[in-house]
């Protein structure tokens, strides 16, 4: 199976690891990844900002750039929400039914739950906004997070609760997403995890920030990096 590596902004800019944690993850299940050099930003920002007429050049960019593969994976449930819910606003409908989130991709198309992951740490989960709401993913991660050899999930109080962060609302409300993020950091210390997990980096950078100022042993990672450790390569 062949597949197109959607790696968003923020991954590709600040988290570039995570790119790379997903190429090793799927072409470890025997997936050939493929990363089209012509993608760019898919738009959300512009678009959740107002601005639909600088948007539409990126939403016909991207789907161009992806021209071509059966299977988009990116991950990121925001731009994969943004390409499934709007992008047909725009008249690209080819697009959104060929993209899915990283563990979307792995439970409904390669079928597979345990991932031959290794990762001996206590770990809970935050379901971000999009992935929740916007693609329903509901325990997919969570079934791969509890498969992972020497992984303990522990529960995240108020898990279903936006962590504050929002794309620009963090910009233009940054007094309100600052104390939902401060809400989020204080439940999941609560759990008395090593690791907090998501799918989403826009929305662990967030946290991960929190986390830092208030000097909290809990470090932010995202799913796929977990996903990606083994015994012979852990990530820590």
């Known amino acids: 199976m062949r597949v197109a590596l959607f790696v968003t902004c923020v991954n590709d800019a600040v988290y570039p690891a995570t790119g790379i944690a997903t190429v090793r993850l799927l072409e470890r299940l025997g997936v050939e990844v493929d990363f089209p050099a012509a993608q760019t930003c898919c738009g959300q920002?512009?678009?959740?900002?107002?601005?639909?007429r600088?948007?539409?050049?990126?939403?016909?960019?991207?789907?161009?750039?992806?021209?071509?593969?059966?299977?988009?994976?990116?991950?990121?449930?925001?731009?994969?929400?943004m390409v499934r819910e709007h992008y047909p606003k725009f008249g690209e409908t080819a697009l959104?039914?060929?993209?899915?989130?990283?563990?979307e991709f792995l439970s409904d198309v390669l079928g597979v739950t345990d991932v031959g992951a290794y990762f001996?740490?206590?770990?809970?989960?935050h379901p971000s906004c999009h992935g929740l709401r916007a693609l329903g993913l509901g325990e997919r991660p969570l079934k791969l997070l509890g498969a992972v050899k020497g992984l303990e999930l522990r529960e995240l109080p108020g898990a279903e609760e936006c962590c504050g962060f929002g794309g620009t609302f963090a910009v233009?409300?940054?007094?309100v997403s600052a104390a939902m993020g401060q809400d989020k950091v204080r439940n999941a210390a609560s759990t008395?995890?090593?690791?907090?997990?998501?799918?989403?980096?826009?929305?662990?950078?967030?946290?991960?920030?929190?986390?830092?100022?208030?000097?909290?042993?809990?470090?932010?990672?995202?799913?796929?990096?977990?996903l990606a450790s083994t015994e012979e390569e852990p990530l820590l």
Do not use: W
């Open 45 to 52: 920002p512009q678009f959740n900002t107002g601005y639909r």
């Open 54 to 81: 600088e948007t539409e050049p990126l939403v016909r960019r991207t789907t161009r750039a992806f021209e071509g593969y059966e299977y988009v994976v990116t991950p990121s449930g925001s731009c994969a929400a």
């Open 96 to 103: 959104p039914s060929r993209t899915y989130e990283l563990t």
């Open 120 to 125: 001996p740490h206590t770990v809970t989960y």
């Open 172 to 175: 233009k409300n940054a007094e």
């Open 192 to 226: 008395g995890a090593d690791v907090l997990c998501g799918a989403d980096n826009s929305c662990l950078m967030h946290i991960g920030g929190i986390l830092r100022r208030q000097d909290e042993p809990l470090r932010a990672l995202h799913i796929a990096d977990i």
